[in-house]
């Protein structure tokens, strides 16, 4: 990091305060030594997928850290929320919210399944209840919840409404490894839940997924799809994909595990920084978690407030400039990305809290990568911005026209 002293922005004409570009979502990495000593091993009995030993410890391992009955892994959680959904016999209609991740409606429409967006509750940015029943439709077979920012949904009232209209319940829990709601672990809530341990999600497996459910017959039927419908050597009773997580995958998983709590407690101690760094800066605010939740801290949000003196958009820019590579999550909102875009080109007028957040919410780089430093340089870049957004603007104008 060059030293600059306070006040200096590359927006400005300065140098930008970081010589190489820093990212949202550098993977975290456990302790290498013993990745490379299990992918020798897996070299040595030359066994790379097909139900291997890493991948049946790693389901082990993951029931118990998740305190769920089966843990199903898979190459990624797309696949995995694809044969979730066809597991569970959705079809027609599924409820769910635009404000995600875009693979979260793809997993739906990928099987004619039409993704029916919900509006979020503006203040925990995940699926609002309120609005669920209003959506449901003869053809409506179940509500796909999103814990967005490990937060988790109104699992209670989702869990109500589903049951008095005879609904599946599915969660994206991608962002919600290792964190619980009402003190339960994510995991068990709903028919099934899945988790990304994609290598920019804070516990990962280079790419990876896993289907984490509490019904025995439904892990079954997981099992089967993710492994062409084999019941046995040449037996096929269901049609199925390949969503198989491969050793070496499961390795590293493995490895990582053992160090999920190191990787949460730095995440947590740079939400800490950030919350003190950027305390008072008008109009910009740190989401905040529920201290009496285990969280994983996998991303730090910032919500821009109509009071501040720039956009979401300008803070980007004027970071993007210091080699900070911050990101505008999500956005667009799903309904604003193709087919959904053309195929339900009037779902805004419905989505008035997803509209205003995918313009004012943007995510900061943390975990193991990022240092105490960095995230001091990097809080004082977007206060002096702030503080000086007269001549940010003109310049950020000039750098356009
Ligand atoms: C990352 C992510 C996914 C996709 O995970 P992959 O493992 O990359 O397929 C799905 N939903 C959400 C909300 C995500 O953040």
Known sequence: MIDH?????????????????????????GDIDL????????????????????????EKRLCEYLGVRNCVVMCNATIALEIVARSLGMTGEVIV?????VATAHCLQWQ??????????PVTHNIDPSRIESLITPRTTGILGVHVWGRGCDVNEIDRIARKHQLHVMYDAAHAFGCTHGGASIGGFGDAEVFSFHATKFFNTFEGGAVATNNDA???????MRNFGFTG?????????NGKMIEVCAAMGLTNLDHVDHFIEVNRQNWSLYENGLKGV??????????SERMNHQYVVLEIAENCALSRDEIVKVLHLENVMARRYFYPGCHEMEPYRSYFPHARLLLPHTERLTKRVMTLPTGTAVSTADIARICDVVRT???RSQEVKAALSALIG
Request: some cysteine; charged content about 20%.
């Open 385 to 387: 911005a702030c503080d």
């Open 218 to 224: 439904l892990a079954n039927k997981i099992r089967l």
């Open 233 to 241: 050597v040449d037996r096929v009773d269901h049609v199925g994909v």
């Open 5 to 29: 002293s306070k006040g200096h922005l590359a927006v400005c004409g300065g140098k930008p305060s970081f010589t190489a570009k820093i990212h949202v979502g550098r993977p975290n990495v």
């Open 112 to 121: 004619q399944i039409t993704p029916v967006f919900c509006d979020i509750d």
């Open 97 to 101: 919210p635009s404000f995600t991740f």
């Open 35 to 58: 990745a490379m000593s299990r992918f020798k091993d897996i070299f040595d009995r030359l066994w790379f997928t097909n139900g291997g030993d890493y991948v049946i410890e790693f």
């Open 282 to 291: 008008p109009g910009v605010h740190l989401c905040s978690y529920d201290p």
